[in-house]
């Protein structure tokens, strides 16, 4: 019987040279998030002021206004109370790349009190 350790050094570095020369999947610039629906969810209490800021594909809306994105910056800086509650409305189709945007501008206004809101619809079993 032939001896076949060579035959499996061989193999063994055929597997690490391609393991190691593979390219990797480069992560995708803008990620596409379905967000769910919940099925139950309790009601918080409410501040006497909330700021609401909606994201769809075609628009935003800042408290209920229409908005350009640019806008959304100068509207938050203007934001005296940092503790104030935020709730983000988003689309379920809405690119994660825009929901992203809003929150670094959130962040760099150190608006911290935020609550993304979903839609409250039954679950199908």
């Known amino acids: ?6 035959l499996i050094d061989v193999v063994f570095l055929l597997l690490i040279f391609f393991m190691v020369s593979t390219v ?12 769910p629906e ?8 409410t501040a006497d002021k909330v700021i609401t800021i909606e994201l769809s594909n075609e628009k935003m809306a800042y408290n209920g206004k229409s908005i ?3 806008e959304l910056g100068d509207k938050l800086k203007a934001v005296t109370n940092k503790d104030i509650p ?18 670094d501008h959130l962040k760099k206004n150190s608006l911290n009190n935020l609550s993304l809101i979903t839609n409250n619809e039954k679950a199908t079993p």
Do not use: C, H, W
Not at 24 to 35: G, I
Not at 38 to 45: D, F, I, L, N, P
Not at 86 to 101: A, C, Q
């Open 86 to 103: 935020i709730e983000l409305r988003i689309d379920k189709d809405v690119k994660y790349e825009k929901v992203v945007k809003v929150l």
């Open 68 to 70: 350009v994105a640019n």
């Open 24 to 35: 990797f999947k480069k992560s995708e610039v803008a990620l596409l998030l379905n967000l």
């Open 38 to 45: 919940v099925s139950e969810a309790e009601a918080q209490g």
């Open 1 to 6: 019987m032939p001896d076949i350790t060579p």
